[in-house]
């Protein structure tokens, strides 16, 4: 008899992944992405990150995760392989559709990836932020939302990538509550995006708390999370910088699985790995050229919280 798998809506059992053609780190988004390696201008990355979405595509599927691959298109959207910041899937047959700081980055929007969501899945509406743009009002996705879909909390680090206004009118529509800390690396740098310091699984969160500068705000932020059931497992700075915040949980068809990388996993210690397992398998997925470009794993998946038809 097969295994019963609870089924949680914080883990998507889908992704959106996008394989790169044309890679490269990209210099528009690197003034405040510490997280960026400077290329070598001789270097061609493009057949390397190809085939290392590839691999970790195919390893998601391994494990029982469905995985939508598409490939980028055209020659200036050097970030397309983190398709998870112009878009999001919602359960009730929602889509946010969002605007995005840098111009190369507005480029990444496609309509032909809204288009499978909807033959695939059952969507009621679209909703498009992009309009907000002009304005300099940015929210970029789950990049600068961490979203408790349990909990119904929209975390975000404060940045140019996370405006208020705009985050107050997603978290209206899609009813969330937002909950917004500052954070800064050991430099004294504003994080850019929240995804980095913290993931939310089922049963735990990983977070930077010692990046979270406000001390009262940081206690706010671990006893809601501990409130919802979760155990909070702390990461060290170092931690960060090797992307272990930038996780997702996933479920795959023997249960729930964290996906990270394998930079990520090598930066966790024992102990971490043991709270982790508990609930989720760890899943490491090799995306170190990826990595070069400021994001890891959690960038790459868009999770699909969307109904089959």
């Not at 970030?79 to 999001?88: E, G, I, R, T």
């Not at 990461?235 to 272990?244: C, D, G, V």
């Not at 996780?247 to 090598?266: K, P, V």
Request: net charge negative; proline share 5%.
């Amino acid at each position: 008899m097969a295994r019963y798998i609870p089924y949680s809506v914080q883990a998507p059992s889908a992704v959106i992944m996008v394989r790169p053609q044309h890679f490269t780190v990209n210099t528009e988004t690197a003034t405040d992405n510490f997280f960026q390696a400077c290329p070598d201008p001789k270097d061609d990355l493009s057949l390397t990150a190809y085939a290392e979405i590839t691999q970790a595509a195919d390893t998601l599927r391994s494990h029982g995760v469905n995985v939508h691959l598409f490939d980028s298109t055209g020659t200036d959207t050097p970030d397309a392989v983190f398709p998870n910041n112009w878009f999001s899937t919602h359960a009730g047959g929602h889509v946010a559709i969002y605007p995005m700081k840098a111009a190369s980055r507005r480029r990444e929007r496609r309509i032909d990836v809204i288009e499978m969501l909807k033959s695939h899945y059952r969507v009621q509406e679209v909703i498009d932020y992009s309009g907000l743009e002009p304005d300099g009002l940015f929210l970029e996705g789950t990049g600068a939302m961490v979203l408790d879909h349990i909990d119904r909390v929209a975390y975000a680090v404060r940045s140019d990538r996370t405006n208020p206004i705009a985050l107050e009118r997603f978290s209206t529509q899609f009813n969330f509550e937002p909950m917004v800390f500052d954070a800064r690396d050991d430099n004294g740098v504003a994080i850019y995006h929240t995804n980095v310091l913290m993931c939310i699984a089922t049963d735990f969160a990983l977070m930077g708390l010692d990046m979270m500068t406000d001390l009262t705000r940081r206690r706010e932020v671990v006893t809601r999370l501990e409130r919802s059931g979760r155990s909070v497992i702390a990461l060290a700075n170092e931690q960060i910088s090797k992307f272990a915040g930038n996780a997702l949980e996933l479920q795959g068809n023997d249960g729930r699985n964290l996906a990270l990388s394998t930079t990520a996993l090598a930066s966790l210690n024992k102990d971490q790995l043991g709270m982790i397992s508990e609930s989720a398998k760890p899943v490491a997925l090799d995306i170190p050229t990826i990595e070069r470009a400021g994001g890891s794993v959690r960038c790459t998946l868009a999770g699909i919280h969307l109904a089959p038809r």
